[in-house]
């Protein structure tokens, strides 16, 4: 299959991280204008959940042979650490992500109106009761989980067909697993794109909690493609789309 072209594949993480923070971000101010004064239950976070694993199995499958739907700079980063991306990719990769992540959360506002900006759009912020240690500890081990699965189900061994399925799951269980805590944030694209519509429609974000978020998801991603390259076989050549969905690039 023909490579795509570099514009192809930075245009394909702008749409990709674009849909991800719409349905995935969009589905917590959502949440929150059904339940009205209830907030987020357990199943509402089982709902959320289910948002991230979809739209996430379904861009896998739609995108990965294009890009390899990395729509995350932790992701990116972990791919280049582990030699499955050149590190030249990197800076236009992240530049699209987080240009895809800032039109995601512009079409929350669009979609949902006042309501959702009132409701902060998807935006993620932990109170004075989480100590920042803690919401620091799970976003690595968060996105650490997820980079994880990602360098798994594209190596060339991996079960064939199910690279969209194995992302979306491992996102789904995380949501619900550090959802009370972190809010689940392992993707610093996901992070940023929201504050910044936040901010634009005139709304209270805590930009001083994002380095935090930001340090600990890449921390957590090159730890990933470091830990990970001590278990398969030293050669891990490019994944073929013929048998994996989500597509390495060539060095």
Do not use: C
Request: no cysteine.
């Amino acid at each position: 299959m023909e490579d795509s072209k570099l514009w192809q594949k930075l245009f394909s993480e702008v749409l990709g991280t674009a849909l991800l923070v719409l349905v995935g971000a969009g589905s917590v101010p959502a949440t929150l204008i059904l339940n009205g004064d209830r907030g987020i239950s357990m199943a509402d976070l089982g709902v959320i959940a289910l948002a991230w694993m979809l739209i996430v199995i379904a861009l896998v499958y739609t995108l990965g042979h294009i890009s390899g739907m990395h729509v995350n700079p932790a992701v990116s980063l972990g791919l280049a650490v582990s030699g499955q991306m050149p590190w030249r990719y990197v800076p236009g990769y992240v530049v699209a992500q987080l240009v895809g992540a800032a039109i995601g959360a512009l079409g929350i506002a669009a979609v949902l109106g006042q309501a959702g900006i009132t409701n902060g759009l998807g935006t993620t912020a932990y109170g004075p009761s989480l100590s920042p240690w803690s919401v620091m500890t799970a976003t690595f081990i968060g996105t650490f989980a997820l980079v994880f699965v990602v360098l798994g189900v594209i190596h060339r061994k991996a079960a064939p067909g199910f690279a969209g399925l194995g992302i979306g799951a491992v996102v789904g269980a995380l949501v619900i697993t550090l959802g009370a805590t972190s809010a689940a944030s392992i993707n610093p694209a996901a992070n940023f794109g929201p504050m910044l519509a936040l901010q634009i429609f005139g709304g209270s974000v805590l930009w001083e909690q994002l380095p935090g978020y930001v340090i600990a998801q890449l921390i957590g991603g090159v730890a990933a493609a470091l830990v990970y390259q001590t278990l398969p076989p030293r050669e891990l050549p490019a994944v073929s789309v013929a048998k994996n969905e989500v597509a390495t690039l060539d060095a």
